[in-house]
């Protein structure tokens, strides 16, 4: 098949409108539409199966059927970019954000973000995490200058609403009450054999999301401060190592 042919037959494959690709017959040289048709239902059933192992809460919150009515319409435009199943579906938190059926769970799309982002971390390239021990043995007048590169793990969710206490409400059986209601920055990151989503304190999002954007300590303190009065860049520092966000440090 040159390339044409297999653009062709993809877009086939995931849109039930397209006909049957041209020259695509049975081994006794027939066109069987039918046939092809079954073959596209299991690929979608199993993009859709893709889909609800990696956004489980994401299903719990609007019940299987409606998640795999808007799984089947997210897998018509979208082909899969690679042949690892577990990377696809990373726009799909996006795509929710635009499914206006689902306009009435704000939170939604910020709850898949956390699912997408402990699906990357669980499958992120293994490093040793930055030690408490290390970060104290830094000159405190070149802490400054610093810059403490991300683990591989590690990613930010910022959301208004309180998706960290949502998603981990979903991680018992029955599922826990929210008593949050406020918004929630999320770090989820796997310095070890285990994947954690930890919600952060509110006055350390911005010198969090500086300091993993690979920005100075000195310059995230700075925006932080700005951002908030009551920062304290001590603890913050003290706890973003010790939840295991960075692998290394370097001079910046």
């Known amino acids: 098949m040159g390339t044409a042919t297999l653009d062709l037959f993809a877009a086939a494959l995931t849109d039930p409108r397209s006909p049957l690709p041209a020259g695509l017959t049975t081994a006794r040289g027939d066109a069987d539409a039918a046939r092809f048709a ?85 499958h992120a390239a293994d490093a040793i995490a930055l030690p408490v021990t290390t970060l104290a043995a830094l000159a405190p007048e070149g802490l400054a200058g610093t810059r403490l590169p991300r683990h591989p793990s590690a990613s930010l969710v910022a959301s208004p609403y309180p998706v960290g206490s949502i998603w981990a409400a979903h991680q018992t059986e ?18 070890d054999a285990v994947v954690n989503v930890h919600v952060l304190p509110a006055a350390d999002a911005a010198f969090a999301a500086a300091v993993l954007a690979g920005q100075t300590l000195g310059e995230a303190a700075g925006q932080a401060l700005d951002a908030n009065a009551e920062f304290d860049f001590g603890a913050a520092l003290v706890g973003l190592v010790t ?4 692998a290394a440090t370097e001079r910046g």
């Not at 299987?64 to 009515?69: H, S, V």
């Not at 990373?90 to 997408?116: C, H, K, T, W």
């Not at 029955?174 to 310095?191: D, M």
């Open 243 to 246: 939840l295991g966000a960075f």
């Open 38 to 122: 079954v073959y596209r239902n299991n690929v979608h059933v199993g993009l859709t199966n893709a889909l609800a192992q990696r956004f489980p809460v994401t299903e719990q919150l609007v019940g299987a059927e409606f998640f795999r009515g808007m799984a089947r319409i997210y897998a018509q435009d979208h082909k899969p970019a690679s042949p690892l199943m577990f990377e696809y579906g990373d726009d799909f938190p996006d795509f929710i954000a635009g499914f206006v059926p689902a306009a009435g769970l704000a939170y939604l799309p910020d709850v898949a973000r956390v699912e997408a982002a402990w699906s990357r971390a669980y």
């Open 174 to 191: 029955p599922v826990g009450a929210v008593a949050a209601s406020r918004p929630e920055i999320v770090l989820v990151v796997r310095p």
